[in-house]
C-alpha cells in the first residue's frame, strides 16, 4: 500500500510536507502542494484513517467559495455571506474562504480536504468548480446563482423581480427619466437586475434611453464615476437605479459633489440592504436581499447534506422586499 513516506520520497520533500499538503496547509507552496498531489493521485494513494499522524477520515473543513473575493465581491457582501456561515458552523468546523479566480486548477479540491463547499456564485464560470464537486462526491449547495442541475441544492433570490419593482417604485412616484449603473459585468446578478428594468419600463411604455444605461462593478468609485456622467447629461435623469447599494452610496456622494441633492434633484434607489443604508443622508431606499439569511440556510442544508449524501436537489427562493426610506422624491404629474 503506498504510504506518505512513499510520496515525500518521490516528490524529494519530507513526510511533514507531504501530510501537510494532503491537509491543504496555507504554509505549503502552491506548486510543491500541487505536484505533491499530482504524484498522489498518480500512485491512487488513499489514506489509511487508522493510522496515527495520517488524514483523519474528516477534515471538518467547510469550503466558502466565491466567484472572486477581489473583482466584484463588495465587502458589505462578503461580510454578510460569512455571518451567515459562522452562525450556523460555530467551532464544529474550520472554515476556508477562497475566490476560485485564484485557483490555478482544482487539484486541490477532494473530499480529504473538504466535507463540504458552500459556492457563493456570481458567474457562469463557476460550474466548472460544481461539477468537479459533483463528480468527485463532495457535498455541495450554491447560493445567489440558479442552476439548472437537478442534484443540487440551490438558494437564490429573485433578482429580476427586486430590480423590477425598484424600477416600478420610481415609475408610481411620477420619474420618467429613469437611469441604471449596472454591476459588475459578467455577473448573473448584473444582467438579472438590467433586465428587470428594462421590462419595468416597457411595461409602462417608458422609452430605453441607451445614455441612461452605464456600467459599473459592484463598487462605491464605479458608482461615483457613472453618476457623474449622468449629471453631465443635457437631460439628466431624475432618478437612478443602482445595482447595489455601494453604488448608490458613491452615486449620492456625485450628486452632492455637483451641488445637488438627493431626493430633490435625483432620486436613488440600490439593492441589498447593507447595514450603511439606513444611516445614509437622506436614508436609501433599497432593494433588501437577506444574503446572511441566504448563507445561515445554505449552510444549514450543507450540514444535512454531508450527513445524508443521498439527500436529493431542491431550488429554495428567497424572496427580495422593497424597503421605503428617504432617497426618492414624488414627482408632481
Known amino acids: 500500500m503506498v504510504t506518505i513516506k512513499d510520496i ?96 490555478k486548477d482544482f487539484s486541490s479540491i477532494n473530499p480529504q480536504r473538504y466535507d463540504g463547499i458552500i459556492l457563493m456564485s456570481q458567474s457562469d464560470k463557476d460550474n466548472a468548480l460544481i461539477y468537479h464537486a459533483l463528480e468527485r462526491k463532495i457535498p455541495i449547495v450554491v447560493l445567489n446563482r440558479q442552476i439548472g442541475e437537478e442534484k443540487l441544492i440551490n438558494i437564490v433570490s429573485d433578482n429580476k423581480k427586486g430590480a423590477y419593482d425598484a424600477t416600478q417604485y420610481f415609475i408610481k412616484h411620477g420619474h420618467r427619466h429613469i437611469a441604471i449603473i449596472e454591476g459588475k459585468e459578467g455577473f448573473r446578478s448584473t444582467q438579472e437586475r438590467k433586465e428587470g428594468y428594462l421590462e419595468a419600463l416597457l411595461k409602462s411604455n417608458i422609452p430605453i434611453r441607451g445614455e441612461y444605461i452605464l456600467k459599473g462593478d459592484y463598487t462605491i468609485r464605479s458608482g461615483y464615476l457613472a453618476m457623474q456622467k449622468l449629471l453631465s447629461l443635457s437631460q439628466r435623469p431624475t432618478a437612478v437605479f443602482c445595482s447595489n447599494d455601494d453604488m448608490a452610496i458613491g452615486a449620492m456622494n456625485a450628486v452632492f459633489g455637483s451641488g445637488l441633492s438627493v431626493p430633490d434633484d435625483v432620486s436613488i434607489i440600490g439593492f441589498d440592504d447593507i447595514d450603511l443604508a439606513k444611516y445614509t443622508f437622506p436614508s436609501l431606499t433599497t432593494i433588501k436581499r437577506p444574503v446572511e439569511l441566504i448563507s445561515i440556510k445554505g449552510t444549514k442544508k450543507l450540514l444535512s447534506l454531508i450527513k445524508n449524501p443521498e439527500k436529493k436537489g431542491e431550488t429554495i427562493y428567497v424572496p427580495t422586499q422593497l424597503v421605503e426610506r428617504n432617497s426618492v422624491k414624488k414627482m408632481n404629474v
Open 8 to 103: 515525500a520520497k518521490l516528490a524529494n520533500v519530507s513526510h511533514t510536507t507531504v501530510s501537510r499538503a494532503l491537509n491543504d496547509s496555507p504554509f505549503i507552496k502552491e506548486d510543491t502542494k500541487k505536484r505533491i498531489l499530482e504524484i498522489a493521485s498518480q500512485l491512487n494513494y488513499t489514506p489509511n484513517y487508522n493510522a496515527k499522524n495520517l488524514v483523519l477520515q474528516k477534515s471538518h473543513t467547510i469550503g466558502l467559495f466565491f466567484t472572486s473575493v477581489t473583482e466584484g465581491t463588495s465587502s458589505s457582501f462578503f461580510i454578510d455571506t460569512i455571518k451567515g456561515v459562522y452562525a450556523v458552523i460555530e467551532d464544529n468546523y474550520n472554515l476556508i474562504v477562497r475566490g476560485i479566480d485564484s485557483l
